[in-house]
């Protein structure tokens, strides 16, 4: 099984629709964006799921096909920090690939002269904390209804990790990345 992490194309369309339909949490996730029809899928991919100065996103590719995304965003240089973010569908889910994916973006963005790496889950999302965790970011606290989906609103997990923390605990399965 091959496994890497590498820009989404519009040739992703398909896979992104199947993994938004198979999991209502995703379409919460992608702030309930219209995936109903390829040309939408694609537009999405193009508008929201590609990369800039402040913003890379990654597909995470199984056998040819996008089962998720890792990403960062709000990169930036003069404190030299990013905001991670992923996610992956049903499919993918449970195998460790959210956290490889993450640990070597996470090797990216140290590589790319990023100090400090923040992320946050909601906190009724356990499986997003032990992703965290695992990939070696530190928790640093609850921030109270911090998300809103639809009319709820959520308490938020933040984690960090420093360029200067040690490694993840566990072995991770790195991912070759490419840009």
């Not at 040309?39 to 890379?56: H, M, P, T």
């Not at 956290?99 to 002269?113: E, R």
């Not at 809103?148 to 990790?161: F, L, P, Q």
Request: aromatic share 8%.
């Amino acid at each position: 099984m091959s496994v890497v992490l590498r820009p989404w194309a519009g040739r992703d369309a398909s896979a992104l629709m199947a993994a938004t339909r198979s999991a209502p949490d995703l379409a919460i996730q992608l702030g309930g964006a219209d995936l109903s029809n390829l040309r939408a899928a694609e537009a999405f991919i193009e508008q929201s799921l590609g990369s800039d100065e402040q913003v890379k996103n990654w597909a995470v590719v199984e056998d040819g096909i996008a089962v998720g995304n890792v990403g960062a965003s709000a990169i930036e240089f003069r404190h030299e920090t990013a905001w991670m973010y992923y996610w992956l569908s049903p499919v993918a889910r449970g195998k460790g690939y959210a956290t490889g994916a993450l640990v070597s973006v996470c090797n990216w963005a140290f590589d790319n002269g990023l100090y400090r790496l923040e992320l946050g889950h909601r906190v009724n999302n356990p499986a997003s904390c032990r992703v965290a965790i695992a990939a070696g970011f530190r928790t640093e606290g609850i921030q109270r209804e911090k998300l809103r989906y639809g009319s709820a609103r959520y308490d938020v997990e933040a984690h960090a990790r420093l360029v200067t923390d040690p490694g993840p605990a566990a072995t991770v399965a790195l991912m070759s990345l490419s840009e």
